[in-house]
Every structure is written in structure tokens, then in C-alpha cells.
């Protein structure tokens, strides 16, 4: 099954092969290492668990499948909101995870705290909120890699206190404590992932990596 769906998402991948040839093997090898990598999704709005999500340029590509927000799609060059999932180009600007921490250092001068402090702490506080009020935690799961839109669209994303925890609060691809709320409308507006997708992900994905996000139906304007 994994094979026909890379074999029908072909189409989506940018060629990835050089014309030039390469000088030597140690060139090539280290072209290859320094290579970007990037993630395609796109959203499916009458039947949600087809969404996908295609990640090329890694030692390996991986499809899989995707959540979204539990109130639709929002058009390119929005301002997030809530329960709205936008389309458009996103660059990653941090990863972070119980195993991993990488933010911009921008992002980290922005928060007020030291970077060992965000290491320690910035990611177990996140994930220790109950954002549904039904008890659980564990939200993100293992990991939350957060995107940062291409577009000049002013955003409402920022570090801040919710219910008394200090937090980052962005547009974001993320684990979840159910992975069978994945390929459904449940989310906040952040896209979601199995565990087993996620840990590729997280090994993979590098600051400033690309992430086009498209949608095969309408979407809403803000």
C-alpha cells in the first residue's frame, strides 16, 4: 500500500537528480548529506483521511497520512485562526521533541529564556496541557515541528502563558496521543501524524526545510 501511494504522489516530488556529473565520489557523497529536505502535503476535503503528506530528500522518502483542523482550510496568506488549517509555503523554524531541540535563535532571543531553559522545559509544558479539558495530556505526542509561513501576513503566533504554563504558540506539525485522530477534522488547526510517521520526521526534517501545503477543494478567506 505505501508504495502505490509514493508511486501516486510521484508528480508531487521535485526531481531531485543533478545534470552535472559528479567529480568524485566524496563530492557526491557530501552533495547528498547536505541536501535539503522538504514535505508536500495536501489536504482532501470531502474525505479527510486521504490526506497526505509526502517527505523527499531524506536517506529515504515517506508517505503518510494527515489531520487537519477541525473547521476546514484557510486560503493562502491568511492569519491563522483557530480550528483553521492554511495552505500555502512554510519554512520550519523550530523542532522540538523529547529527544530533540533546534529553534532559531531569533525565535529563542523572542522568548525571553535562556535556550538551555527552552531545552529542558519549553516542549514537556507544551504537552502537558489538557487543550480538549477532558483530562489527557500528550496532545503533540513525541514531537512538534513548527512552520513558519512564507507569506508577510501578519500571524498571532507567539510565547506565552497558557492556563498558567509557558508555552510557543505556532502553526505546527505534531504527534498525537490517538493516532486514531489522524486523516480526520479534529485539530486545533496544527496537521497531526501517526507516532511511527512522526519519528521519521523528526529525525529528518532540519530548520529552514521547506513545507507546501495544498488542498483539492475550497477554502476560507480571512
Known amino acids: 500500500m505505501r508504495a502505490a501511494v509514493l508511486t501516486a504522489f510521484a508528480v508531487m516530488i521535485p526531481a531531485m537528480i543533478s545534470c552535472k556529473p559528479a567529480t568524485s565520489t566524496k563530492v557526491a557523497s557530501e552533495t547528498q548529506s547536505a541536501q535539503s529536505t522538504s514535505i508536500q502535503i495536501q489536504l482532501d476535503v470531502k474525505q479527510p483521511e486521504k490526506s497526505m503528506g509526502i517527505l523527499s530528500g531524506g536517506s529515504d522518502n515517506l508517505a503518510f497520512t494527515v489531520g487537519y483542523g477541525k473547521y476546514g482550510i484557510a486560503c493562502e496568506d491568511s492569519a491563522f485562526s483557530e480550528g483553521l488549517t492554511p495552505v500555502g ?62 507569506s508577510t501576513t501578519p500571524q498571532p503566533f507567539s510565547f506565552n502563558d497558557y492556563a498558567g504554563t509557558f508555552r510557543w504558540y505556532s502553526f505546527a506539525i505534531h504527534g498525537t496521543n490517538n493516532d486514531q485522530r489522524v486523516g480526520q477534522k479534529v485539530t486545533g488547526g496544527c496537521l497531526n501524524v501517526a507516532q511511527k510517521d512522526l519519528e521519521t520526521l523528526m529525525k529528518t526534517i532540519k530548520l529552514g526545510d521547506e513545507v507546501t501545503i495544498t488542498a483539492n477543494g475550497p477554502c476560507q478567506k480571512s
Open 89 to 150: 509555503t512554510f519554512r520550519v523554524n523550530a523542532i522540538l521533541g523529547v529527544d530533540r531541540f533546534d529553534m532559531d535563535p531569533a525565535l529563542i532571543k523572542k522568548s525571553g529564556k535562556s535556550k538551555n531553559y527552552l531545552k529542558a522545559n519549553l516542549f514537556s509544558n507544551m504537552n502537558s496541557i489538557d487543550f480538549k479539558g477532558d483530562g489527557e495530556v500528550g496532545e503533540y505526542g513525541d514531537g512538534y515541528i513548527s512552520l513558519e509561513p512564507v
